[in-house]
């Protein structure tokens, strides 16, 4: 059973949760020795083409799919052949496959492969070896990996963090440091910057800056500022909106900050399978305000057909402030990377 991202996981102040947190600390310990070893003892796999790894260090809600779909297109816009490349998350099939929109479901890839593949060819692999050598075999000359910053199969050219940028009242994006499920980190904030090559944080329209704290956090790394860009305006009129994302209070909040005449907003466990009983009822809350019904692009691609067409759907993109730079530098990393091949 899937749960709701606890909200005091990204608060700085220990008193939030403080008893959840007494009694998960020694799983969070087990749970980041875990980690560190599967990576000490990896051997990873040089799959013949550069590698770029997106991911994070926190249990879900940084915005790495949309920054893993921006890079491709710039990538692909330079002349790169990129792939994406993802585990394939929540889908029932394992893969080594490409991922075909027309055809696969969320249920069958995941929701995030699915976006991946509206930009670029997407692979879905349970084995990252065998996917990799699936997309060079079928003619990609780059990867782009996303969700990996915690699996050493492969061997990465580039190894990006993405962290999300907001720090209001006392939000934090990583809490007061606590590994899963005492908190929201994967591992040890140390750690895992330890084996990154730059940190992108992600911010959202309406923050004019990166937080001078947060920014110190990440020594000497190359810091790149992405921005979260909506594609259009919220339809008009009431909307009763709804996330199953890691992070639905974002949604909700971008929502308001966009002009939506927001009337209600349910929270859903992330990567939620909604079903009929679901919607329905979302459906019936709606009419009693005369509303439409608004969610994300990542939660839309898993409804049921026949629901599509009732729900709105509000994408987002992720838009880099120094673009160019951002992708001369990624250029640089893949031209010495076949160079030294």
Known sequence: MKLNTPAWWYRRDRRQG??????????????????????????????????????????????KTPVAMETLRLLRAGGNEAHALSRGYGGRLEGPLRVDPAVH?????????LMLATGAPAWIAGDRVAGARAAAAAGARCLVLDDAHQNPNLTKTLSLVVVDGETRDEEWPFGDGAVFPAGPMREPLKV???????????????????????????????????RLAAEAAPPPGPQLGFAGIAKPWKVERALKAAGCDLVDFAAFPDH????????????????VFD???????????????????????????????????????????????????
């Open 272 to 287: 939620a399978a909604y079903s009929e009983g679901e919607l329905t009822a979302l459906a019936d809350r709606a009419a």
């Open 291 to 341: 509303a439409g019904l608004i969610t994300t692009e990542k939660d839309w691609v898993r409804l049921p057909p026949e629901w599509r067409a009732r729900v709105t759907s509000w994408p987002v993109r992720a838009r880099f402030e120094r673009e160019a730079e951002f992708r001369d530098w990624l250029s640089a990393a893949i031209s010495m990377a076949r160079d030294q091949d």
């Open 18 to 63: 403080v008893v959840l947190r007494m009694l998960l600390t020694p799983a969070g310990w087990i749970w980041a020795a875990a980690t560190a070893r599967r990576i000490a003892r990896a051997r990873p796999v040089d799959p013949g083409v550069p590698v770029i790894s997106i991911g994070n260090l926190t249990v879900g809600g940084s915005g």
């Open 192 to 226: 895992g910057l330890a084996r990154a090559d730059a940190v992108i944080v992600l911010l959202p329209a309406d923050l004019p800056e990166v937080d001078l704290e947060l920014r110190a956090v990440f020594g000497d790394l190359p810091v790149f500022v992405a």
């Open 105 to 113: 479901t969320a249920a069958d890839v995941g929701d995030e492969p």
